[in-house]
């Protein structure tokens, strides 16, 4: 509803007014709606292009992260 109100050009103290609630409520409703549409992206590591390597070292020579 809020988020309604708002698409339609009213600004937050219109909306609180018109709901009876205050404009904190409505800006944090509104905070919360755009959180949940966000899409959470994957972001690789730097060592990706190298983790088949590094696997490797580890099989064959037993070594451990810290010294590879």
């Known amino acids: 509803m809020i988020r309604n109100l708002k ?3 009213m600004s937050n103290r219109e ?3 018109q709901l009876g609630v205050s404009r904190n409520t ?3 409703m509104l ?4 959180i949940q549409e966000k ?3 994957h ?3 730097k060592l990706d292009p190298y983790k088949e390597n ?4 580890i099989d064959e020579h037993n070594l451990s992260v ?3």
Do not use: F, N
């Open 26 to 28: 409505v800006s944090r």
């Open 7 to 9: 698409e339609m050009g």
């Open 39 to 41: 899409k959470k992206r």
């Open 66 to 68: 810290v010294r590879i």
């Open 54 to 57: 590094i696997r490797s070292l």
């Open 31 to 34: 905070r919360k709606t755009r």
């Open 15 to 17: 909306i609180a007014r």
């Open 43 to 45: 972001r690789g590591s």
